[in-house]
């Protein structure tokens, strides 16, 4: 079980005020991703749940029961650092095993437990090497497998992939999002990188300046941003967002529209523009594209078949079914 | 090609200060090697020539001299364990947030700063002085009688004058050590289960381990040679005669150069021995 309800939960460091009062359902099982802009409180918050922090007000509630004054052990819940925090002059078997020791369970077990996550974490050979001689993906399966062992409610990862190269960054993602459907444990998954929330996540819960923006599946709030941050936000690359004479002939203070949602031609379309930069992905090609009736360029995704030189003149046409309309408070208008 | 340059003049740069403290260390020790087989007896006769080993049979057969031994022995692990203990006590107390940390942490190093004259002074006359000292007062507030500290306990008073002396040394590498640990580690024990003493025990005790063995064996060095807190406390009398204050009485009160020359290498094997030692128990730590 790892049901995770917040209820008015408030932080604040002396005078500020980190975390507005903000309620959050977690539910079992489920992988939810605090996504946000650095310093917008999403590690905070975890920490809070993990108890490493004490709340400056509201209710934590675990599985039903009140879990506010509950010291950070007793939570059941386990926690996977940014910097691992793997204890150095331990073994890996030892690391591994330290929450059993804690918990004061017998030899026998404990090897049982431990070996059991090395099989999970293909560490099996590296059990008896110290920290310092591994690599960071097998750090990072060090500091998973210190977690699984302790068969937690929930596990709780505060930004685990920031110290890794792009490339092995995206083979751990795609192993916690494995070990998630084996294991189907709740995780919470703190991170500010927006592409791992939207491959990882089954809700994402995007926060910024300590208040909870919106909370939804990837393709809800990539489909329907109930504002111009979350728009703004999710997605990569980012929501072209429009103001002035254009979004006013749509009835809004800001329009929105996502890259895919363009159609560039050279002979026809609403908007005139010239080729800036262009970006070659292989399979896509990412143009932007200066209109002189915005202020900012728009970003234009085509196929990577079209070809445009610097400085040639298009024609752009959005998708009027896909287009995002925002009032002057930058909320969504249905 | 520019490194094998930078190397050369690297070489000629250092050369001057290598040869500088090579003969430092070198003629103290041959003028030593040279006294220690002469019978030479300044006030006496001058040099009365070689005597071969005589100096060494003698100093070593003195009655004096095990009983010298072990008092250097004692004070230099009394110390240590005391230093250590308390400093990473204090350590652990002055790594906590609170107010005042900065004029706190001066007022603990102070004690570093004061020279061992002056405390060796310090404590006998203002403190351990069994009519006028502090800790007489002391006793006598609560109605006991004074202990005349230098003379009824002199080994403990004088490891407890030179502990106070150390202690700022140690608790500064120990601080310095324990503001190092990453705080993410002691926060997953915190996570795991571990209580405060196992958080102590398992993570900040091993993370101490290098900063432990750098604090014993610079210590060690410098306690196997202390002399100024022997001489103005008691005069090596009271069972306090170290090996190194033994060497001081044989060169200047009998004024027989050669035999405390002699002394003066046996105190050299001496701390090769405890240096051998303790590399070989602690040194590993370094390793890492």
Redesign the interface.
Known sequence: MGQIHLKQVTKRFGEVEVISPLDLEIEDGEFVVFVGPSGCGKSTLLRLI???EDVSGGHIMIDGQDATEVP???RG???V???Y??????SVRKNIA??LR??GLDQAEQNRRVEDAAKVLNLTDYLDRRP?QLSGGQRQRVAIG?AIV?EPAAFLFDEPLSNLDAALRVGMRLEISELHKRLSTTMIYVTHDQVEAMTMADKIVVLQAGVIEQVGSPLELYRKPRNTFVAGFIGSPTMNLLEGAEAAKHGAATIGIRPEHITISTEVGDWEGTVGVSEHLGSDTFFHINCPAFEKPLTVRASGELSLKYGAKVMLTPDLQHLHRFDAQGLRIE | MATQHSQSAARIMMAPAVILLLGWMLVPLTMTLYFSFKKYLPLRGGDLGWVGFENYTRFVSSSSFWPAVATTLIIVGGVLVITIFLGVLLALLLDQPMWGQGVVRILVIAPFFVMPTVSGLVWKNMFMDPTNGFLAYMWRAFGAEPVQWLSQASMPSLIMIVSWQWLPFATLILLTAIQSLDSEQIEAAEMDGASWFSRFRFIILPHLSRAITVVLLIQTIFLLSIFAEIFVTTAGSFGTKTLTYLIFQRVLESQNVGLGSAGGVYAIILANIVAAFLIRIVGKNLDA
């Open positions: 993990a108890g490493l950070p052990a007793k819940l386990a926690m650092f940014q910097s925090a793997l204890y150095p002059h331990m330290f929450p804690m918990a310092g210190r302790r």
